[in-house]
Each structure stands twice: as C-alpha cells, then as structure tokens.
C-alpha cells in the first residue's frame, strides 16, 4: 500500500458513515508497519474488498497527523490526503496565525479561501465563528465537511471572489506530481493572482518558508512577511497585507516555541568581534527572516562576522542552546582531526557556514576524521572576513545539551 491513494467523493462519503467508521476502527487494531503491512493487507483485503485502500490509507494518514494535528479537536477521526496533510499547518503554527488574525481584525468574518481538510479553520473556530471556507476541489471539501461540522463551507475558486469585508486567509498549493513548488508563480492558484484579485483588502497567504523575498517586494507586496518556527524547524512564511501587520514592520520571525518574536524595527546595534565563551546559532527563522543582528542585539550578542549568522557572546542566554569554545584553529581538516583527538573526540556534530566543500558534504567529512574517542563534541567551521583576507576557521565546542 503506497501513501497517496486517490480518494474520490465515494471514499469520503463511505469513510465519513457509521460503518465506514466503524471499519475504521476495526482496521486501525492492525500494525500496518513496513514488516507487516503486505500481509496486514491481504488479510484486509479479504474483509473490506475494495474498501482496503481508503481504509489502510486513511489509518496510515491519522497516525501521521497525531503528532502535527493532535492539539486541534477531534484530529484523530479527520479524513485527510497525503497531499493535504502534508501541506497542513502544525496546529500550534495555525493557532498562532489564527491568533494574529483575531487580534488584528477581531470583528471581521475569516474567510479561508483554500481551507482544504480544514486546518486553518479549525483553529480559527477556537477564537471566532465568524467562519467560512472554500475550495475547488470537491474531495477536499468534502473531508472538511467531514471534519469540522457545521462550519459553512462553499465550492468556490479562490481567485473569484464570493465575499467582501472578509479577512482572506489563503494557502495556494505548493505540491504536484509529488514534487514541491518553490517558484510562487507556480503555486496554485499563483502568488501574483492572488495579490492582484485581493489587492486593498486584508489578506493573510501562507508561503514556503524558502520564498524568496525579493520577488515577493516586485510583484508589489507591500506587507510583511512572517518565518515561523516551531521544534527547532522552519515551518512556513506568511504574508499579512498591511492593514493585518504591525506599522513599518516588513519582516518578522517568530519562535514559538520561545514565544519570542523579532522584526526588522527593532534595535540592531551589535558589535562585530572574536569569538567570546560561547557560539550561538540563532534559530533557523532568525536566520531566514534576515534578523540576526536584531537578535544578537536582544541578546547581548555579538557577530563573528558581519554576513555570517552565527553570533557569540561570554554568556548563554536563557533556554538557547550553545557551543562552548574549548579550542579555535585555522581549519583544514589536518588541523581539526588533531585537534578532536586531542580532546577525546569519539561523536561529533558539524555546524558549518561559509566554506562551501564542507557545507557541501559534513557527513563526508565526519567519515574522514575517523573520531575514536569518548566525548561528544560539536565542532562550528565558519569564514572569517571576505574576498582575499576570507579564511576559514573551526571551533571545537562542548554542546550545552
């Protein structure tokens, strides 16, 4: 059984009645690992026919959405897609959009014009039930249906627009054929549409967090644009139009998992210096939403650099991680291996920016130094200044977790 089974209207309306649930239920009893899924199937087979694949699927599906999806209710009994899943919001990132949208516009109704399964507007009904959602795709909107009641939902091209004074929440697909699309012109429906058929109302539009801004200033986007974070990973951009985002502010990283939020109008004054006791490396969203200077500044930080992101400073703040300098050196990777066995070295993790061979491959280079020590160490490669006076340096570090 391979993950993207094609449900059609039949499988949603037999999964979402009483007896597609209670098969469901028997089903979910079985292990359906990588060991035994062949002949969990087969024994399926035999009982639900050709009920199996919509049933295996969508047991594979839930138990992959337990650990993205379980903090919203009834997660556990949703119908999903594989495609839809996997572009779904974690539910503390939708929660945290749903937040910024009831601040922001706490009256106005939310109108999800690509509500899919039903994410968004599952965490937009926690704080209003000013609601309502549309998609093109009558599957999808059918497994919403299934999942959120009677929330009101509507068959609706996004770029046709069926309401006014609504907030327009949008999450354009970003995945076909099973390949991710990184190019915003080729999301579905297209970034620039969108942005033209909306023009002048508030509009939120969920985006790859790998976007690239520059495009998003030319085609006139006059918001800002949001990186979020959430367990130690970049999960998403977001744009929020001007009449949604805070004065000035056109870039934005939050961390949710800190509950800490940075923009590019706060202070930036940090120094660039050696390296102190200790190397940071700013979560992923600082680095992306181009805010590393900002954080170091509220940090009491410095730059190692001026166009590399990692920051050091004499004292670890509060719940980050850090990299305890036990040793700097000119790199190459002679110097580095002396260097690790020196100090007992058998594990090691490479952060690296800056020296591109390494970047290229650490897992290579990690087999060629054929550590045999006992100590788990971190070692930080990163370039020092630029043009010709750019030399690499590495750092061997104890991790402070």
């Known amino acids: 059984m391979s993950a993207g089974f094609c449900f059609e209207a039949d499988d949603v309306g037999y999964l979402s009645s009483a007896a597609g649930n209670a098969d469901l239920a028997e089903v979910s009893g079985f292990a359906l690992t990588d060991v035994t899924r062949v002949a969990d199937t087969a024994a399926l087979r035999s009982r639900f026919g050709d009920r199996t694949p919509a049933l295996v699927e969508t047991t594979l ?10 903090e919203l209710p009834a997660t556990s009994q949703w119908l999903f897609s594989d495609e839809a ?5 974690a539910a503390a990132v939708a929660r945290h959009r749903a937040n910024r949208i009831s601040t922001a516009a706490p009256d106005a109704v939310v109108h999800d014009v690509t509500c899919s399964i039903g994410t968004e507007l599952a965490a937009l009904t926690e704080l209003t039930d000013r609601v309502l959602g549309g998609d093109l795709d009558p599957v999808r909107l059918a497994m919403a249906r299934h999942n959120l009641g009677g929330i009101a939902l509507v068959r609706a091209d996004a770029l046709t627009p069926v309401t006014r004074d609504a907030v327009v929440l949008a999450d354009p697909g970003r995945r076909g054929g099973g390949r991710r699309r990184f190019d915003p012109a ?17 509009l939120v539009v969920k985006a790859a967090p790998g976007i690239d801004f520059d495009k998003i200033w030319m085609l006139g ?42 923009t590019d109008v706060d202070p930036d004054d940090c120094d660039v210096r050696p390296a102190g006791r200790w190397i940071i490396d700013p979560d992923g969203a600082v680095v992306r939403a181009g805010l590393v200077r900002q954080y170091a500044t509220r940090h009491g930080l410095w730059q190692l650099d001026p166009d590399i992101a990692y920051l050091s400073g004499d004292r670890l703040p509060d719940g980050i991680r850090g990299f305890e300098v036990l040793e700097e050196l000119s790199y190459s990777e002679k110097r580095l291996r002396q260097a690790l066995v020196a ?38 490669i990163t370039r020092i200044g630029s043009g010709t006076a750019a030399r690499p340096i590495a750092f061997v570090c104890q991790p402070s977790r």
């Open 221 to 262: 986007f006059q918001g800002e644009i949001e990186i979020t974070s959430w367990r130690d990973s970049v999960r998403e951009a977001c744009l929020w139009s001007p009449g949604l985002a805070a004065p000035g502010v056109r870039r934005r990283a939050t961390i949710l998992d800190r509950g800490e939020q940075l």
């Open 85 to 89: 899943l996997q572009q779904a919001s």
């Open 343 to 380: 100090h007992d070295c058998g594990a090691l993790e490479i952060l690296v920016r800056g020296v591109r061979d390494v970047q290229a491959d650490p897992d290579g280079l990690r087999r060629r130094l054929r550590l045999r020590g006992r100590l788990r160490l971190s070692v930080v």
């Open 61 to 70: 599906l839930r138990r992959r959405a337990a650990a993205k999806l379980a």
């Open 186 to 202: 080729d999301y579905q429906p297209a970034l620039d549409r969108l942005l033209e058929v909306y023009a002048g109302r508030d």
